[in-house]
């Protein structure tokens, strides 16, 4: 699955230079050129990692990356003309998991990249009061008993656990699981298969806990 990128720079040269390039790179990505976009397209979008701009015209790029680190969890690399070592403290307080000062090398920017989403994929195993998951392994446990999912149940599964801070659209997990161009945008296939799920892992599948439905949106796991 394709990482999608989104920068948030005010400077338009940059914002396509940066864009262009880490499309060759292999990535996808999504642009913004303030603090207020930048939310919006985290509500909206799939987000694996965030490239963000000390400098925007709307909002301090710090106090922006305490916004999106209170309510997000994947990596955020700060982008700064200010090279000082106490400029960069400052943004890896913010919230910040790496911080790149300009001018800088592309090269550079998409080894960091790299480097982040390794750490975030090193974060495999997921806990909660009776389930234990190893997207790895591929395996779930409820009270150390395995339980068995078909592939469609797994991806599905596997893809709200993963961005378990974020409520996870209908289109989105079907674009994921059956791909863009599937026959099933418009039919229940997706509320079976949560079903289906909810049987194997609820205590209670009318009343479920780990997998919330979120009415005319989509749905949240909670573990």
């Known amino acids: 699955m394709k990482k999608t990128v989104l920068i948030v720079d005010d400077n338009e040269d940059m914002l396509m230079?940066?864009?262009?390039?880490?499309?060759?790179?292999?990535?996808?990505?999504?642009?913004?050129?303030?603090?207020?976009?930048a939310l919006a397209s985290l509500n909206q979008n799939r987000v694996d990692i965030v490239l963000l701009d000390v400098m925007l015209p709307d909002v301090d790029g710090r106090q922006l990356c305490k916004k999106?680190?209170?309510?997000?969890?994947?990596?955020?690399?700060?982008?700064?003309?200010?090279?000082?070592?106490?400029?960069?403290?400052?943004?890896?307080?913010?919230?910040?998991?790496?911080?790149?000062?300009?001018?800088?090398?592309?090269?550079e920017l998409a080894s960091r990249i790299r480097a982040n989403l390794r750490r975030l994929k090193q974060q495999t195993t997921y806990f909660g009061k009776s389930i234990f998951i190893d997207l790895d392994e591929r395996s779930?446990?409820?009270?150390?008993?395995?339980?068995?999912?078909?592939?469609?149940?797994?991806?599905?599964?596997?893809?709200?656990?993963?961005?378990?801070?974020?409520?996870?659209?209908?289109?989105?997990?079907?674009s994921e699981v059956w791909g863009k161009d599937t026959l099933y945008n418009w039919s229940r296939v997706l509320d079976v298969h949560i079903q289906h799920i909810r049987r194997k892992i609820e205590d209670n599948a009318g009343k479920p806990l780990c997998i919330k439905t979120v009415p005319g949106v989509g749905y949240k796991i909670v573990i």
């Open 17 to 37: 230079m940066i864009r262009e390039s880490l499309n060759l790179e292999g990535y996808l990505t999504i642009t913004a050129e303030n603090g207020e976009t």
């Open 68 to 107: 999106i680190r209170a309510e997000y969890t994947m990596p955020i690399i700060m982008i700064s003309a200010k090279d000082k070592v106490e400029d960069k403290i400052t943004g890896l307080d913010s919230g910040a998991d790496d911080y790149i000062v300009k001018p800088f090398s592309i090269i």
């Open 140 to 174: 779930i446990k409820k009270n150390n008993k395995d339980i068995h999912l078909t592939p469609k149940e797994w991806e599905i599964l596997s893809y709200l656990v993963q961005y378990k801070e974020k409520v996870c659209r209908r289109e989105e997990i079907i």
